[in-house]
């Protein structure tokens, strides 16, 4: 059973750039999550989407934009990195249809360095 | 707003020592999940544990152990005999029922000597 998969694992970029992170969900999961973690510090939520859609979103600007595609991958793409965008960023997956929060699987992260 | 705190940045003990890693929450939600994650030097969160708020029963998974208070929004987290293994970032995270964003606490890191 192929758990959260997520690619690349590292990458490294300049400020200005734009970058494209992907994930694919643990089998039988149609929800992904995508979270920002910075050195030393506990993941943030970005959003997450489910059915294709952005259902909830945190504390970010528009500059992290998502999609998800009908076989429930999803990608994270920023626009006009900055440094403080050099994070590792966490894809999670999970089922919406259990009722209440179903637990989120992570995956292995991609490592982003803005240079 | 939903807030977790986990007071300890980083714990040392050496090999077979017992260690107990805090985690305190805040919300207004009476219906909310609670868990943690083990992150080792690899960077993939591994799920550990989830309770739900309306049980408080502790739980035991081989040398590990679960510590739920209510009554002081406490839920921690216990190791017992601990091994070099356990070394690693410790999250605690909380969820609400109809929430879709895990809020996580900054985590404790455990170092395990031998």
């Known amino acids: 059973d192929a758990g959260v998969t997520q690619s690349p694992t590292h990458l490294i970029k300049t400020r200005g750039q734009q970058v494209t992170l992907r994930c694919s969900p643990k089998?039988?999961?149609?929800?992904v999550s995508w979270y920002q973690q910075a050195l030393g510090q506990g993941p943030q939520f970005i959003f997450q989407?489910?059915?294709?859609?952005?259902?909830q979103r945190g504390n970010f600007p528009d500059r992290f934009s998502g999609h998800q595609f009908p076989n429930y991958s999803s990608e994270l793409n920023v626009n006009a990195l900055l440094l403080g965008d050099s994070a590792l960023y966490l894809c999670?997956?999970?089922?919406?249809?259990?009722?209440?929060?179903?637990?989120?699987?992570f995956g292995p992260g991609t490592r982003l360095t803005v240079l | 707003a939903q807030k977790v705190t986990q007071a300890q940045t980083e714990i040392s003990v050496v090999e077979k020592e017992d260690v107990t890693l805090d985690c305190v929450y805040e919300?207004?939600?009476?219906?909310?999940?609670l868990f943690w994650y083990k992150q080792p030097p690899s960077g993939e969160l591994v799920f550990l544990i989830r309770?739900?708020?309306?049980?408080?029963q502790n739980e035991i998974s081989g040398r590990y152990s679960w510590n739920f208070q209510k009554s002081t929004s406490s839920f921690n987290f216990t190791i017992t005999a601990s091994q070099v293994v356990d070394s690693a970032v410790y999250f605690c995270?909380?969820?609400?029922?109809?929430?879709?964003?895990?809020?996580f606490g900054g985590g404790t890191r455990l170092m395990v000597k031998p």
């Open positions: 999670a997956s999970s089922s919406a249809g259990t009722g209440g929060a179903d637990t989120q699987y």
């Open positions: 089998s039988g999961h149609d929800t």
């Open positions: 989407y489910y059915e294709e859609e952005e259902r």
């Open positions: 919300t207004r939600d009476t219906t909310y999940y």
């Open positions: 309770r739900n708020s309306f049980d408080e």
């Open positions: 995270a909380l969820i609400n029922n109809a929430g879709n964003m895990l809020t």
